[in-house]
């Protein structure tokens, strides 16, 4: 099989494509030739430092380290056990997170529980690119802020792989949701079904916006997340996508009477089939905006890395 491995952390030029043997595959594993690889923001902060890389290892030692969450593809083989899937079978999944998903490759191990069948109406393309963002947004939405009919919603980076999907659902809750991200967005974002957007490069939110029942904050700033605090009303949630800042919001948080929720992203076939349902009778859809060939990886981590993909970006493999 081809993959590319990650020699040592720190830029592009550290993914080696190369030639490795298949591996084997035990009881309550699946083997699947991949089809389509998602690109994700983790990605680059795996691939950037050993700290991180070594956080979502737990430490554990691999020969081969070779990132990717996000898979679609087809059934190869089946392990012991493994009785949802067989051979032929079309399926998506965010690979062993937290661990080492290693679907940077033309064939990949994967737990059979952390699968779950490709919808039809979704080509491979688009299945291998939504998982994790989906998953996430789903948490985010669904599980922890448990967004409610005509709760109004503040979503950061509407346009991006989470935010755009996290419209989608609490679109799907019946919340009134707002959508914040640059202008040149403003497009996509209201054809989300936004109730109205916002250009953050032409106000701070806060003189927009006050009284918000529930932010989801997807922007890798304190100092962002804080401001979000200030315009959320008395017992109202906020979701940040970096858990470990925690700490740095516990006494605004406090101070404000919010709730403060923290999301992690967790491998599971049972969401992914959920979110499948939503996928299936045409509510929620990923939007694809570019997409590169496995030679290309780097180029797509390269778009990923600029802050500036709008939904998401692909990697076919042929
Ligand atoms: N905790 C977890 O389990 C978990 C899981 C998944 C992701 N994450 C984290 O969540 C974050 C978002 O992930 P993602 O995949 O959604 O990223 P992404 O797709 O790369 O986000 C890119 C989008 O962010 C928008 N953006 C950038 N700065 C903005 C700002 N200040 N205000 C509003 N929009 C802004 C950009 O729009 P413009 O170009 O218009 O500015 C762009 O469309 C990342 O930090 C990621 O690591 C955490």
Redo the contacts with the bound molecule.
Sequence with gaps: MEAYILEKNGGLENLKKTTLATPTIKAGEVLIQTKSIGI???DI?VRSSKDILGMITGGVFHEHVILGWDVAGIVEQVGDGVIAFKPGDEVYGLLNMPGLGSTYSTKVVAQADQLTHKPENLSFTSAGATP??AM?AW?AVITLANIQKGDKVLI????????HFAVQFAKERGAYVIG??????EEFVRSLGVDQFLN??ESPFETKVSNIDVVID????VE?VLRSISVIKKGGRLVY???HFAEALSAKLEESVVSGL????NSSGKVLTEISTLIKAGKVAPKITQVFQFDQLPDAQAA?ES??????IAVEVK
């Design positions: 994700n923001p983790i902060q994790m963002s996430t948490q950061h980076a509407a346009s991006g792989g989470v935010g914040t991200a640059s202008g040149k967005n953050y490069t997807t922007i890798n700033s962002h996508l970096q858990p923290g999301v992690f992203v990923v802050g500036r993909a709008t939904g998401k």
